[in-house]
């Protein structure tokens, strides 16, 4: 098992599976420019190592392996070959230099009938993980922020309420 530091500035994704979008930086004065997303969670390798921890949580979760085609996807694509792609996602939404050439979210996801549950419990882990990576709640929000930009292409159907009687 990769020995990590809980001191580690790191971040994730998104699956997510789920990150596509770009952070947009905001602007500062040129004397004083400011650091982006990526250079605050610390580069690429930190933020390899949380994307690393996240896909191996989802990878064996019992609500996202219920739905049929996360399962069968699970079983298809090669752990490593996800984890570099949302490595490369994640670098590149947060400023840094990675470009991205996997397919789009809502491509990559159309097939895996992902509900609101699922989604919601994705979201759930990926919070875990960044906290359990002492990642700061500012950067944690803006990485959210990210993943939540995805979430019409990724989500394929809402789950419907029950209406009381």
Not at 51 to 77: G, Q, S, T, W
Not at 124 to 145: D, I, Y
Request: aromatic residues 4%; neutral net charge.
């Amino acid at each position: 098992m990769l020995h990590r530091s809980r001191s580690v500035r790191a971040v994730l994704p998104a699956a997510l599976l789920l990150i596509g979008a770009l952070a947009v930086a905001d602007s500062a004065p040129a004397q004083t420019p400011k650091e982006s997303l990526y250079e605050r969670l610390g580069g690429v390798y930190p933020i390899a190592v949380v994307v690393d921890e996240f896909i191996d949580r989802l990878l064996v979760d019992d609500l996202l392996n219920a739905n049929p085609a996360i399962a069968a996807a699970r079983a298809r694509v090669p752990a490593p070959g996800l984890k570099f792609h949302v490595t490369t996602m994640v670098c590149q939404a947060t400023g840094g230099p990675c470009a991205y050439t996997g397919r789009s979210m809502k491509e990559a996801h159309a097939h895996l009938n992902i509900n609101a549950a699922e989604w919601q419990e994705m979201l759930r882990v990926f919070r875990a993980v960044l906290t359990s990576f002492n990642v700061p709640e500012k950067e944690q929000g803006e990485l959210v922020a990210i993943v939540e930009s995805t979430r019409a292409d990724i989500v394929m159907r809402e789950e419907r309420q029950l209406q009381p009687r």
